[in-house]
């Protein structure tokens, strides 16, 4: 009889051993190619998420980044995903990359603004965005989000530079050798990037600013893109300039649960050390007032209820 017993409840045992594990929810993060920087930071997050709710795995799938995670998520193969804000307000409008096929994916929050700088050389006599018309001239990285929303702009403004195509290398030394009078390059944060950082140190620089008549035309016909007002410096051979720019951020599957994206939200919002360390231009920042101030697309309504449960007002715009 004590045998039977404990065969049952041995039997017993192994039979609900996978209805436990079954109760864990697996989330797949997707994010970009290994060697990024932003890669680094998704593996943060990922280990954030698993600490802070036992009952979630989530693990980092390499990508082809924005445009690939959106499509992943439409399918249901990513639970949230690496995007620029610009790229995901073309999916959420069906509009340029994503025409005739609407990805109806929510922002969560965003990290790092990607600022664009208009850097010429200063030998080049231009001194004025309208001034790059014929001039060759790069767009940034051939397939970039840079080169794609350059080109935009520019047609926006009714610029048509001669455009020098190819990898930021590339175009770094056709601006040293003045093969091109220069380039759009994402800044770090308010400073120049390591490229364009190695450019000026042996090809000066500057950097040109959007006039009052060119932000208007942005905000009125670009609603995608953020406007950005940048300090300048010696280095950008400027004071004060505005310019364009997108937010790179994290966006969530069409049918994400509420809860799960505000699991996952607060999360992210609450850590401290794991992001900062991995990614260090999130250190110091306020991710949630970041996300408000420059987001141009909905917010998942699991993110809604986070930043309003702490206190922050969400525009109707964002919702």
């Known amino acids: 009889m004590t045998t039977f017993i404990k065969t049952a409840t041995l039997g017993l045992a ?8 079954a109760a864990e929810e697996r989330l797949a993060f997707g994010s970009t190619n290994a060697q990024s920087a932003h890669y680094a930071y998704f593996a943060a997050i990922a280990k954030v998420v698993n600490n802070a709710n036992e009952d979630y795995q989530a693990s980092v799938v390499e990508t082809g980044a924005t445009v690939d995670n959106l499509k992943r998520m439409a399918r249901g193969q990513l639970d949230i995903g690496l995007i620029t804000t610009s790229a995901l307000y073309h999916a959420n409008e069906g509009i340029k990359t994503f025409d005739g096929t609407p990805i109806d994916s929510k922002l969560l929050w965003a990290y790092s603004l990607a600022p664009q700088n208009v850097v010429v050389r200063r030998d080049a006599g231009v001194d004025a965005i309208a001034e790059l018309d014929g ?4 767009p940034g ?5 840079t080169e794609a929303t350059s080109q935009d702009v520019m047609s926006t403004l009714g610029i048509e530079p001669d455009w020098v195509r190819g990898s930021n290398g590339e175009l770094a030394a056709a601006i040293k050798d003045d093969r091109a009078i220069g380039f759009i390059k994402s800044a770090v944060g308010t400073k120049f990037d390591a490229l364009t950082t190695d450019i000026a140190t042996f090809t000066p ?7 009052e008549e060119q932000t208007a035309k942005i905000r009125s016909e670009l609603p995608e893109l953020s406007v950005v007002e940048m300090p300048g410096g010696e280095m950008e051979n400027s004071g004060p300039y505005t310019t364009w720019g997108f937010m790179i951020g994290v966006s969530a599957r069409p049918d994400l649960p509420e809860d799960t994206a505000y699991n996952i939200v607060k999360a992210v919002m609450e850590d401290t050390t794991e992001q900062a360390t991995a ?5 110091g920042q306020n991710l949630a007032e970041l996300t408000l101030q420059y987001a141009t697309s909905k917010l998942h309504p699991g993110a809604i209820r986070y930043f309003e449960e702490i206190g922050l007002t969400v525009p109707d715009t964002l919702k």
């Open 135 to 138: 001039k060759r001239f790069g």
């Open 141 to 145: 990285q051939r397939g970039s989000s």
């Open 205 to 211: 620089v500057q950097v040109l600013g959007l006039t």
């Open 279 to 283: 990614f260090p231009n999130v250190a």
């Open 14 to 21: 192994v039979a609900l051993a996978p209805i436990a594990a």
